[in-house]
């Protein structure tokens, strides 16, 4: 089983790095040559070693210069292209590693409103972030694989020299000498001490490495409560509510909570990683002494010659090195594939929404028929019906109200009509077809909606009318204009707050997110609450010039005060999600109850 576990760490890292490969084709080609070259430059002094001695202990001295010669030639060539190769290999690997990322932070834009609504969506895109942000992204998995592999190749290099000093035989008369010396005895007292310390040093790094995943998820607790205290203590409307109730000895309490949190968790990681570090250096130290007194009795057995003693001593020392640094670098890989994974379960996450093929036909008569037939819904992992078989259609080039009490089902139906959210049952219609059979993303371009809950982006004005970043500067000011804010444009350059420390009004910012609509000029305009910011006047000036602002477009908006009905052609009356009374504000007035009723309550302030 642990056998299986180890060769799934290893291919699930090859599927991860072959996974972004397109991204860059020679990364992968860069690791393996990095590796190779970083492997084969440790052996080197390892190898030389003996040959230089022999020729030093014979008295060959120009024989050990020319060894001398080419291991400072060979090391310098390899150091030189191993610099050259790590540092353009590292380069590709950050390169692709912010592609990786960019690739998370904008997966969300790509995907459709129901499946980001999702509570475990955004838990899971959290999680990504956090995973990224503190153990784990795509530049750290292929270094440590490429480490991985160097260390695995200088490892079998060093492997064949311990077998050819295992198979020496010995040449001595005394019997413990021969007896000890031999193949069979030697490699087992080779393979005993390096079982023993791989035990020891395997059982450390997995307790060390548990215990660091442990606090390291209390950490990441700890430190979402202090963003979140910050947040407390630097947001607007926060600063408000603190000021207003007194918040600030709350606040504090659980800031102080966060520290000491986070100063107890950082003190057991540092523990950890001394423990760890301790334990490795006490592992070196017995083998170290192992392989000398165990390459000595090669020495002594006659076996082996002096020169070589050096030689296989750094071998075993190095062998033992590589055997923790592969594991250690098992260990990182398995931790940067657990995190990885978290990132890789967003990145899979699709879309619920199936597109259609059928492109939308481009129309300058606005002429795009909307119906509802026989429409009801229900949220995700919710039993209630928000709407109940709703079978009605809007009336072309007509400014239509949608009225109703809250919780009438008013902004869910918006949501259906832009297909943020598809039917439970029946179905939505364009010009008689299937909104599903519909390409989206052409379905969307035909509706400019100012949404109840509309916010401003942390662009330049013009790029949020625009929402783009080539726009039509004049479009944007008679946008502007035409949402009430001619007198706005020297303020073009500013996002919410400019140098001395003015900031846009809520009416403002309603207003811009009025222009915003009419700079997309689609054929069909929503407005949920467009005016709920507004003053009187602003408001009255805005439903007076509806026309003017709407054209030929089909229009249908949402709003509480009844008396911006009056300026629509037709007014929907929900109630409990169905439609319980439709006609124009005079027709309700005089045959309809509900909607009586509803003017009636706010018909004195308006007198």
Not at 36 to 60: C, D, E, H, Q, R
Not at 92 to 97: D, N, R
Not at 342 to 347: M, Y
Request: proline residues 2%; aromatic residues 12%; glycine residues 6%.
């Amino acid at each position: 089983m642990k056998k299986l576990e180890q060769l799934y760490v290893h291919k699930q890292a090859v599927k991860l790095i072959g996974r972004f490969h397109y991204l860059d084709t020679s990364l992968v080609p860069l690791m393996l040559l990095h590796s190779l070259v970083k492997g084969i430059l440790p052996l080197l002094p390892i190898l030389f070693s003996a040959p230089m001695l022999n020729s030093f202990l014979k008295g060959n001295i120009r024989e050990a210069i020319i060894y001398i010669g080419w291991l400072i030639g060979l090391e310098a060539i390899l150091q030189i292209g191993e610099t050259i190769i790590r540092n353009k290999f590292i380069l590709h690997c950050k390169a692709v590693s912010r592609e990786v990322e960019s690739i998370l932070y904008t997966h969300p834009l790509g995907l459709d409103y129901e499946s980001m609504e999702d509570g475990s969506a955004m838990e899971e895109f959290t999680m990504a972030l956090m995973s990224l942000q503190y153990r784990s992204n795509y530049a750290t998995l292929v270094e440590n694989y490429g480490m991985f592999l160097s260390n695995l190749f200088s490892f079998l290099m060093l492997i064949v020299l311990i077998v050819k000093l295992c198979i020496q035989l010995p040449h001595t008369s005394y019997y413990w000498l021969s007896v000890v010396a031999s193949p069979i005895i030697f490699t087992m007292l080779i393979l005993g001490g390096f079982i023993l310390f791989l035990f020891s040093f395997q059982k450390l790094l997995l307790y060390t490495r548990e215990e660091f995943q442990k606090n390291f998820e209390k950490q990441v607790e700890a430190e979402q409560m202090l963003q979140s205290c910050l947040k407390m203590s630097c947001d607007d409307e926060l600063i408000k509510i603190n000021h207003t109730f007194h918040g600030y000895e709350l606040i504090r309490n659980i800031f102080n909570k966060s520290i000491q949190k986070v100063i107890v968790t950082y003190r057991r990681l540092v523990f950890l990683d001394i423990a760890g570090s301790s334990g490795k250096e006490i592992g070196n130290f017995f083998i170290g002494v192992l392989a000398y007194v165990l390459v000595g009795v090669k020495v002594l057995a006659k076996a082996i010659t002096v020169g070589e003693l050096i030689q296989y001593v750094q071998s075993i020392i190095q062998l033992n090195s590589m055997l923790s640094l592969i594991m250690t670098k098992h260990q990182d890989i398995s931790e940067c594939i657990r995190y990885f994974d978290k990132i890789l379960l967003f990145l899979e996450r699709k879309n619920k929404f199936e597109t259609g093929s059928i492109p939308i036909e481009k129309r300058d008569d606005y002429k795009y028929e909307l119906a509802f037939e026989h429409v009801s819904f229900k949220y995700p992992n919710s039993d209630t019906y928000i709407l109940k078989d709703l079978t009605f259609h809007l009336n072309l080039h007509n400014k239509s109200a949608l009225v109703g009490a809250n919780g009438a089902g008013k902004t869910t139906l918006i949501k259906l009509l832009c297909r943020l959210y598809d039917p439970t049952e029946g179905k939505i219609t364009l010009n008689g077809v299937d909104i599903k059979k519909y390409n989206y993303k052409e379905y969307l371009s035909l509706f400019s909606v100012v949404f109840q809950d509309f916010v401003m982006l942390d662009f330049p004005m013009e790029e949020n009318v625009a929402c783009r970043k080539d726009f039509d500067e004049e479009k944007v000011k008679e946008c502007l204009y035409r949402a009430g804010l001619s007198n706005i444009e020297n303020r073009f350059e500013e996002v919410e707050e400019d140098k001395s420390g003015n900031k846009f009004s809520g009416g403002q910012k309603q207003k811009m997110a009025i222009a915003r609509a009419l700079y997309k000029d689609a054929p069909v305009v929503i407005l949920d609450e467009p005016t709920a910011a507004l003053d009187p006047i602003s408001e009255f000036d805005i439903y007076q010039r509806l026309n003017d602002l709407i054209g030929e477009k089909t229009c249908l908006y949402i709003s509480h005060r009844m008396s911006s009905c009056r300026f629509c052609d037709d007014i929907i009356v929900l109630d409990k999600g169905e439609i319980v009374e439709r006609g124009s504000h005079e027709e309700l007035l005089l045959h309809g109850s509900y909607y009586k009723k509803m003017w009636e309550a706010q018909a004195q302030y308006y007198s």
